[in-house]
DNA sequence: CCTGGATTTTAGCCTGTGCTAAATTTGTGT
DNA sequence: ACACAAATTTAGCACAGGCTAAAATCCAGG
């Protein structure tokens, strides 16, 4: 048999508590690629605006971003993705996306949807994923 | 024009932050609901294995519960939920099973969806809600 | 070049939520 | 009655992620 599996083993809950552990990386990412598409560079100033908290937050958690290899940043530089970092951004992007247009496709209307992706994104799983792609694949009139 | 508005108002972010406060209350007043349901009563031991979490963290979680009046409890005693509790606690277990039946609805298999859901659910605003219920009446088939 | 405003960093605080180890209490079976 | 097992509480630790105030740095206009 497998050996002693003290290993806190993947119940409903422990997926929740990891989720939550990321979605600040994936809101953080995606919101880096999105200023420096808009504006060249990403200052530590656009995020706690964004975001709508302080400018300290924001620097303690570009902090913990770099130490994962999320992003790279230099002192009082600005911030930038890694590879990683541009990916994760991306596949963010593109899950938070195709949520808010399901929901919009089930009749929400799009400033609550919008509000409701925000959360309801980070907890999505590839399979429910697909099938919200295929609603709305189906339902594309 | 109204007074200078350094209060904090409401985006999208502070919405998805607020939610997550709560949502460790709503599981566990629905948790709490379901336990006594299936046993009489519940005691600290029966929600760490639930939430899969030590009994010193749940200890401490009902701490708070009690201080914000969700449940009352006497030391070495079980937990009951407050009346305040109780509603909570059946609001949350019926949006639950909403987001879950819904899930299911778009084809999601049900042990992904049980997963899902239990993160997903804290993040649906009441019109969310009602959109999946009315696409569960009209796809009951 | 130098100074003032913008920005970032540091210091220091808080709460929530996780843990282990040890002490305490409860209640049950003999 | 009493010992023992189960449950709870306490003590003490860690980390994430909020905050304000103050210091340091950067850079652009004069
Ligand atoms: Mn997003
Ligand atoms: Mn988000
Ligand atoms: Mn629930
Ligand atoms: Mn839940």
Redesign the pocket.
Known sequence: MPHSRKR?DQGK?SRI?SD??T???EDYVEAIAEVIEASGTC????L?SR????????????G?LA?DGWVE??????VVLTAKGKQLARKAAERHAVVLKFLMAIGVRESVAKIDSEGIEHHVSPETLDAMRAFLSEHAD
Chains 1, 2 share one sequence.
Do not use: K, L, M, Q
């Open positions: 806190r809950h508590r939550h552990a979605e600040i990386a200052r530590a100033v656009d706690a975001f709508e908290v302080s400018h300290v937050t924001v620097n303690r958690t570009i913990r130490r940043t230099e002192p009082y530089g600005p």
